[in-house]
């Protein structure tokens, strides 16, 4: 059985941290500044939230109109894989190759959107799904305060600002797996991705700092009974993206899908 050792790194080095934390304080669109805000608690009653621990998956509000994924097309079936089987079949199906090189990729993923244009960003609408309580939020939807249990590590933050939105696949492995192929808009489109509720996780800057840029073969979350999970939405995102997997990285999602 293959052992994965899971290594802190230092954040300051990364500079994809830099670009996560640019993502996540970007304004949202079509804001502008005002006098100051009415602190208000919404429920948001389209979204049904539940902890993360749980096993339960949240339901997120998704735009009303979106843009299909970058390379899929119409006949694409979209279901996640859920048992060990259908882990291993979807890997089996992705195309294996080498990282491709790292040069040009920061600075073309751009931001976070507000598609549904209702004054919450992505990042904001993550938020409100993953708190198990009612946010606090202001009428411009910058949120105050919730209530979130970051998966990969367990953490339980009631302060926003503790809390990152992590892409499953990070946005350097995927430019690394295939989207240095694909157009700002569809790089664009896959930092906004609300139609898929495993793709962007809601956990703790400590561990998100942790995981950096690095595939399964060299981290998994520490929590075990999540792992499964994990590899699940990393393969789910790599299929519906038409990502390739590297030797390493499939070799280390196999094994990791065995105890699945």
């Known amino acids: 059985m293959a052992v994965l050792a899971i290594g802190a790194v230092v954040a300051s080095s990364l500079l994809n941290h830099e670009v996560s934390k640019r993502l996540a304080t970007v304004p949202i669109e079509g804001t502008t500044t005002t006098s100051p805000e009415v602190v208000t608690t919404t429920t948001v009653a389209a979204v049904a939230v539940t902890p993360k621990g749980s096993g339960a998956r949240s339901t997120r509000r998704a735009p009303t ?23 291993i079949a979807a890997l089996d199906k992705l195309a294996v190759a080498d990282e491709h090189s790292q040069a040009g990729k920061y600075g073309r993923f751009g931001y976070w959107r507000d598609d549904d244009k209702d004054g919450c960003n992505t990042r904001a609408e993550v938020l409100i799904a993953e708190s198990s309580e009612t946010v606090e939020r ?21 302060d926003p600002i503790e809390v990152a939105i992590d892409h499953v696949v990070t946005i350097t492995e995927a430019w690394e797996s295939g989207a240095w192929q694909w157009t700002d808009i569809q790089r664009n489109d896959y930092v906004n991705d609300l139609e898929h509720p495993d793709f962007l996780v809601a956990v703790s800057n400590a561990i998100k ?44 999602i196999a094994v990791g899908a065995l105890h699945c």
């Open 209 to 252: 700092d942790t995981k950096g840029d690095k595939d399964p073969g060299e981290w998994l979350p520490p929590v075990e009974t999540y792992r499964c999970d994990y590899l699940r939405a990393w393969v789910h995102l790599k299929t519906v993206y038409k990502m390739s997997v590297d030797p390493g990285e499939r070799e280390a």
């Open 65 to 87: 109109t979106s843009t299909p994924a970058p390379s899929t097309t119409s006949t694409t079936v979209d279901v996640p894989p859920e048992t060990q089987s259908e882990v």
């Open 138 to 158: 202001t009428v411009a939807c910058r949120i105050l305060r919730g209530k979130w249990l970051s998966p990969y590590d367990n953490a339980v933050l009631t």
